[in-house]
């Protein structure tokens, strides 16, 4: 008996690693462009965190969640705030926190969708890109040391904080406009999930 053996040649074993390289830069190609539409997404919610704030201060003269006549110029049922220039409360974490009042507010203003009345830890319900929540804006000096606005982003990937620091800041995790709320060093942790301030 004479069996013959056939093989693949040279030109097919090429043609199919070919194939197989395209695909593999095919999809890398669309993990990265994934974590950059999802990064994109990240910056421009903070850039409409800030335009909304400043446009409600502008509108009405006072910050949202401490505008002490809400319930006068916002909405009857508005929760007002104490008027002194400052949203207070850091973290939101009850009705009795003017950060979670700032979310009811810019509700109430039309400058934000959802439910103007949840006032508690509810009203932060804005789902970030990575799995997290943008939590409060508030006034403080947590994370940098200075006593400014900020926005406190939760659960945000140690390496996109980076990003973000490189891409708006200096880069340093405790200075600046982007700054890590704990931990130690200038750099952010690229293997955890982190809460960052931002500051608006």
Not at 27 to 46: C, H, P, S, T
Request: glycine share 12%; with cysteine.
């Amino acid at each position: 008996m004479n069996t013959k053996q056939r093989g693949f040649t040279l030109v097919e074993i090429a043609i199919v690693l070919v194939i197989i390289g395209l695909l593999l830069g095919g999809v890398l190609k669309g993990q990265a462009m994934i974590k950059n539409a999802r990064y994109k997404r990240l910056v421009a919610d903070l850039d409409s965190f800030r335009t909304e704030v400043f446009m409600f201060q502008d509108r009405y003269g006072a910050l949202p969640g401490d505008m002490i006549d809400a319930d006068k110029r916002l909405n009857p049922a508005a929760v007002n705030g104490n008027g002194n220039g400052k949203i207070e409360g850091g973290f939101c974490t009850s009705a009795s926190n003017e950060s979670c009042r700032v979310w009811s507010h810019l509700r109430y203003a039309g400058l934000l969708g959802g439910d103007p009345t949840v006032t508690d830890s509810k009203a932060r319900i804005f789902d970030n890109p990575y799995g997290g929540i943008y939590d409060a804006i508030a006034t403080g000096n947590w994370a940098n040391g200075r006593t400014e606005l900020k926005i406190l982003m939760r659960n945000i990937p140690g390496e996109v904080a980076q990003r973000l620091d490189d891409d708006i800041d200096d880069g340093n995790a405790t200075t600046g406009e982007v700054a890590r709320y704990r931990g130690t060093g200038a750099t952010y942790d690229k293997n955890k999930r982190l809460n960052v301030f931002v500051s608006l």
